[in-house]
């Protein structure tokens, strides 16, 4: 794994669809009702495995897929799970395949990529030239429905801690990011994953909490952000939205720190989420951003 640069690199290339290798895979994890919808199994999209250079594992929770037709495209059934629970099915599944792919990309099945500036021909594409030249620990996309995970968002944030801003990078680390879209490279989704599920009924959020904890701890700098594609994902079906309160982040420090390698049990990072369990104030005070 390459140590990921927030400086800009060469605009051309990573233009250039045809940078992956054919030997480059990509395993697209995500939930559903019942089939994939048009909208990911679109032939620009997720439909053309020669193309994206990917397979898809599905879950179907409502209703078994009837209609599987793409031979790239698995899909399993259970009625019983929640959206932190299945992503934990999914990779576990996952990690039974022979195929090692460079990432596990687990994503919102309304997800939609958008080029903010049409710098590329297909977001999709671009999105996976970025995974391949940046090669990040974990890799996100801008998110257009939170304020905070705006680029103008990020770039004031970034202005007031003091970092040296670069308006051309196409890329930067970020110190928070929402669980919509993430792509776990493998030789960290282990590290990382599966989700904590404890506190799923308290607020569904918490669980992502947990992923961020980690990846500060022990991917400090290399969960970047491509800040020219943005997810979209308008369906917003309901969830579990609890207080993300203090003393639940504090719950989930706790939980989080038991976990970790022995090595990283007193990390400053730990250090400092107890000291303020605030998801608001690590995310915008981490020197995490200026890296």
Known sequence: ???????????????????????????????????????????????????CLCDVLVLSYKQACQNQ??????????????FTTGRNVLYEEAMKRDTRY?????????IQLVDSIGMYPNPWRGFENFLIDVE???????????????????????????????????????AAFDAVFNAFHH???DYILPYTIEFESMNLWLSQVSTIIKCQVMFRGRVITHTVIVAVNPKHRPYAHGPVDEHAITAV???????????????SVIMNWKRKPNIGYQRTTSPILCL
């Open 1 to 51: 794994m390459k140590l990921a640069s927030s400086t800009s690199r060469n605009v051309q290339m990573l233009k250039n669809i045809n940078l992956i290798s054919s030997r480059t895979r990509f395993l697209y994890c995500t939930q559903t009702e019942s089939c994939l919808p048009p909208t990911l199994s679109a032939v620009e999209v997720l439909g053309n495995t020669s193309a």
């Open 136 to 174: 990040p620990a974990v890799g996100t996309v801008m998110f257009n429905d939170k304020q905070h995970y705006s680029i103008t968002y990020l770039q004031e944030v970034k202005k007031n801690l003091g970092c040296a801003l670069n308006d051309s990078s196409l890329w930067t680390p970020v």
């Open 253 to 267: 420090v706790a939980t989080v720190e038991a976990s970790l390698p022995k090595e990283y049990k007193n990390a």
């Open 69 to 82: 037709t793409l031979p790239h495209v698995q899909y399993l059934f259970n009625s019983s799970t929640t």
């Open 187 to 189: 030789k960290s989704v």
């Open 102 to 110: 460079l990432y596990y990309i687990f994503m919102d099945d309304d």
